[in-house]
Structure formats: C-alpha cells, structure tokens
C-alpha cells in the first residue's frame, strides 16, 4: 500500500448527520489534500494543508470542513451535505505542497454516499 | 490555464498486445506530468512522472510513457499487456509555476484474455 490510510472506508449518511472522514499518513510527509472523485469528472482539489495550514481552498461549500492537527493527519468534518455530495473523497499526501515535480501519494478513499 | 485532455474513455486491448493509453496537456512554463492507476475499490496509485531529461520514462509494472513536446503529449505505453492490468488510469500535468495537480477524466483499461 501507499502509507496513506483512510477511515471508514464506506459511509452512508443523512442530509441532516453529522460525520468526519479521517486520513492518516505513514510517510513523514508535511502536505496533505484531499480531493473529490465524481464519475466521468477529473479529481477535484477540495483543500491542501502544508505543515498544518490550509494552504487552498478551492470554493468548497461550508459544509465541508477540513482539519489538520498535525503533519500526520488529516479530517474532514461533514455537516447537512446534499445528495450530489456523493462520491469518493481521496485524501493524499507528499513531501511538500511547492516543488511542481512532488508527487502525490493517495490513500484508499471513502466511498459516500449521501441519502 | 491547466489542462489535461484523455480523449478515450475506454481501451480494450488483448492480452499479450501492446497497449497505449493517450493523454494531452495544456500548461503554462514546463509541464510536470504523472501517471497515475485506480483499480476499483482502491485510491490511486502513482506510475511514473516526467520531470526533465529523458523524454522516455520508465515506471511500476512495466508501464512507460514518452514526452513529446511539439505535439504536447504524455501517452502511456506497455509492450505486452496482462489481464491484470485492466484498470482506470489517470494523466495529471502541473505547470512549473503552480502548486495544484490537474487530472484528466480518466481512460479505462480493459485487457482481453
């Protein structure tokens, strides 16, 4: 496996829940992402946190909230998401969020499915 | 602006051919490009990447890809197919003077046995 853990690895949730997904890295890397994955679309960049500041936000609804309290782990909190909302959420990781030529390391995803 | 164009959504190849999965990038400065593969149920896992030299980049698996800079291409490539290798790969560019990573849609790689 890559080093990059995610947990659950399935959720299914209400309109109306609450939830957090979790990502772990096991690479000593300082950035972390997490991305969206939708059918047919390329991967949406949601937020990049380098040494455990956001570093981007690409216009992600408030009802996605992201936390990062260390190098190592990274969460994102869910709140009244709606149902287009569903996809696979990708955490990854790498050494440095500058640098062009650093590569990127994923983990498994968690598959949401939002009811 | 950043893009990264995959223009087949499905390959099928027979195993034993071989296999090339095509991928186009529009990029500002020199690109960086990547190569990435999704097995269902599963994140992505990184192949190769192209930074500088070489045009032609070996990877995991026995995957390469070659560099063409006049005709802006970064095509994925492998001698002899496995059934194995049926998947969905992605082809990601970053321009050198940004920070995010753009993907492609994604090509789906069906190997016949």
């Known amino acids: 496996e890559t080093g990059v853990t995610q947990t659950p690895r399935h959720l299914v949730m209400g309109m109306t829940n609450k939830k957090s997904l979790k990502c772990e890295q096991h690479l000593g890397h300082n950035a972390m992402y997490w991305y969206k994955q939708s059918a047919k679309k390329p991967l949406e960049l949601m937020f990049v946190?380098?040494?455990?500041?956001?570093?981007e936000n690409n216009s992600v609804p408030s009802r996605f909230s992201p936390e990062c309290p260390n190098s190592s782990h990274l969460f994102l909190h869910l709140h009244t998401l709606q149902p287009e909302d569903s996809a696979l959420y990708l955490c990854?990781?790498?050494?440095?969020?500058?640098?062009?030529?650093?590569?990127?390391?994923f983990g498994p995803g968690t598959r949401l499915l939002v009811l | 602006a950043q893009s990264v164009a995959q223009p087949e959504d499905q390959v099928n190849v027979a195993e034993g051919n071989p296999l090339t999965v095509k991928c186009t990038y529009s990029v500002s400065g020199n690109p960086y490009l990547f190569w990435y593969v999704q097995y269902p149920n599963r994140g992505l896992q990184f192949l190769l990447k192209?930074?500088?030299?070489?045009?032609l980049v070996k990877g995991s698996y026995g995957f390469e890809a070659e560099f063409n800079k006049s005709q802006t291409s970064f095509h994925l490539k492998k001698p002899s197919a496995l059934v194995s290798d049926s998947a969905l790969y992605f082809c990601?560019?970053?321009?050198?003077?940004?920070?995010?990573?753009?993907f492609g849609t994604g090509t789906r790689l069906t190997v016949i046995p």
């Open positions: 990854a990781s790498s050494r440095t969020s500058g640098g062009p030529q650093e590569t990127q390391y």
């Open positions: 192209y930074i500088t030299g070489d045009n």
């Open positions: 946190y380098s040494l455990e500041e956001r570093v």
């Open positions: 990601a560019v970053r321009g050198s003077g940004a920070n995010n990573l753009f």
